[in-house]
């Protein structure tokens, strides 16, 4: 790396940037912290139909077609904020987030 001059600066001389302040960022959004939203997991079951819904009762089963261990999509509000999978908390079910997208 050049500084001109004919100076040279190693890159391991050169001082780290400082990290982001995390209680300046929070602090950013404190007055939006309880505006609600909706936080939904949805499986799409492509060949469902008027029929199936009409069909179904208790101890129906409905075959989603999605693999067991596939990432499910997590949306708040409609928009996909990162992929999850089914998990179990406190004997209910739950979400792990596994990526932010």
């Known amino acids: 790396m050049s500084y001109g001059a ?31 939203c909706e936080l939904t997991v949805e499986i799409p079951a492509p060949q469902f139909k008027l029929a199936d819904w009409l ?3 208790p101890g129906s089963i409905v075959n989603t077609h999605w693999a067991v ?10 928009v996909v904020v990162g992929w999850s ?12 987030l596994t990526e932010l997208a």
Not at 21 to 29: H, K, L, P, Q, R
Not at 69 to 78: A, F, K, S
Not at 85 to 96: K, T, W, Y
């Open 69 to 78: 261990g596939r990432e499910i999509p997590l949306q708040v509000n409609g």
């Open 55 to 57: 069909g179904l009762g």
């Open 6 to 36: 004919g100076t040279e600066m190693a890159t391991s001389q050169m001082a780290p940037r400082p990290a982001p302040e995390t209680s300046a960022v929070a602090d950013v959004w404190a007055h939006l912290q309880d505006v609600p």
């Open 85 to 96: 999978e089914f998990d179990v908390s406190a004997g209910h079910l739950a979400v792990r």
